[in-house]
């Protein structure tokens, strides 16, 4: 069984940074491919940033140049740098893992299998 737990979460103003970490427990062979997702209220989830065994990554146009994802080699932690954070940023951030590997990193909530409950990110003004 894997297990994802986020933690890093917080408030900031506008203009800070955080960041966010994600411990992967069980098999971290499941974890071939891990992302940051995020979901502002009301709004539906969105990807933010992705990461492959090969250290292959995409970011969402909306992050670019502000947020930088990274994994360790062990591939049981996974990080995302956030700088520059706009009021617009504020949303639960979720991790997720998958075991397979993609042609290229994908943001397909469907292509992941396993997600953590989430870590609450609140910019202010």
């Known amino acids: 069984q894997v297990q994802l737990v986020e933690t890093g979460g917080g408030s900031v103003q506008a203009g800070g940074s955080l960041r966010l970490s994600c411990v992967v427990s069980?098999?971290?062979?499941?974890?071939?491919?891990m992302a940051w997702f995020r979901q502002a209220s009301g709004k539906e989830r969105e990807g933010v940033a992705v990461?492959?065994?090969?250290?292959?990554?995409t970011y969402a146009d909306s992050v670019k140049g502000r947020f930088t994802i990274t994994r360790d080699n062990a591939f049981d932690k996974l990080f995302l740098e956030m700088n520059s954070l706009k009021a617009e940023d504020t949303a639960m951030y979720y991790c997720a893992a998958d075991p397979r590997f993609h042609a290229e990193p994908t943001m397909a909530q469907d292509s992941y299998r396993y997600w953590g409950p989430g870590t609450q990110v609140t910019v202010s003004e």
């Open positions: 990461i492959d065994r090969l250290q292959r990554t």
């Open positions: 069980g098999n971290i062979y499941s974890a071939d491919t």
